[in-house]
């Protein structure tokens, strides 16, 4: 019997991070296909003895879509193993739409995405009571174009809570599309390589970011987050979820 082609989550860099399904499905796999410059290789160490371990950073789609068709035809167990959660800038769109050409069944299990982890790491809350309510994930355009309506001019106007992939290479250029909407001291914070040994956090505002990240050389594999939340923690924005004057369905009000 051939078993679905799973997409797997890898979680950002911390090999702890992945979840129960990920780490069983690489336990039990035939053959992983993975991103090895961006994927932990401490999480192929789980994987079971005679499984066949491919590194796909040099392969093209066509490549690794040859790879995975061949195991799934060979009735093996095929995990192709993302970084990040493959559904958010992920590059898997093209490979499931080629399976379906294909007839080939597909599974996708999810994984701990970078802005996740980054605010886990700095300890703060992305959309705070009292504060911004939306979170924005979205890049520059750059090779990959961006369609207009979302430049980050644009949806800088909503001045919400922004996690920027994929763009730390162009700090200038984001410092000047959001400094039309954001107040210059607005809180940023490029997190480098989160989850792994040589993670960097590096804060400032927008007045002073991008000197800062040109000083520490950092050019890629960064997060760049805005916003309020990034700022000093403030014990008077609370939720109403545990506000003894708020009822709810588990709890009445108290005098």
């Given at each position: 019997m051939a078993f679905p082609v799973y997409f797997v989550g890898a979680g950002p860099g911390d090999p702890e991070l992945i979840t129960v399904k990920g780490k069983r499905l690489i336990e039990e796999a035939d053959r992983v296909i993975y991103a090895g410059s961006l994927v932990p290789k401490d999480l192929l160490s789980s994987a079971k003895p005679g499984a066949r371990l491919i590194d796909s950073a040099s392969l093209t789609l066509e490549e690794t879509h040859a790879l995975i068709v061949e195991g799934y035809r060979n009735e093996e167990l095929v995990v192709r193993l993302h970084s990040g959660d493959p559904s958010l800038?992920?590059?898997?769109?093209?490979?499931?739409?080629?399976?379906?050409?294909?007839?080939?069944?597909?599974?996708?299990?999810?994984?701990?995405?970078?802005?996740?982890?980054?605010?886990?790491?700095?300890?703060?809350?992305?959309?705070?009571?009292?504060?911004?309510?939306?979170?924005?994930?979205?890049?520059?355009?750059?090779?990959?174009?961006?369609?207009?309506?979302?430049?980050?001019?644009?949806?800088?106007?909503?001045?919400?809570?922004?996690?920027?992939?994929?763009?730390?290479?162009?700090?200038?250029?984001?410092?000047d599309d959001l400094s039309e909407s954001y107040p210059v001291q607005t809180p940023v914070v490029v997190a480098y390589r989160i989850g792994w040994p040589d993670e960097t956090f590096i804060h400032g505002t927008l007045e002073d970011i991008a000197q800062k990240v040109k000083n520490a050389g950092i050019t890629r594999q960064a997060l760049i987050l805005v916003g309020e939340a990034f700022g000093k923690l403030d014990e008077t924005r609370r939720s109403l979820l545990y506000d003894g004057s708020f009822s709810h369905g588990f709890r009445k009000a108290r005098k």
């Open positions: 800038y992920g590059a898997i769109y093209e490979q499931m739409a080629l399976l379906d050409r294909d007839g080939i069944p597909y599974e996708v299990v999810p994984g701990v995405s970078a802005v996740f982890a980054a605010a886990a790491r700095l300890k703060r809350e992305l959309t705070v009571p009292g504060g911004s309510q939306t979170l924005i994930l979205t890049r520059l355009g750059g090779k990959t174009p961006v369609p207009e309506e979302e430049s980050l001019r644009s949806l800088a106007t909503h001045r919400s809570t922004l996690a920027i992939y994929l763009s730390v290479q162009a700090i200038d250029r984001v410092v």
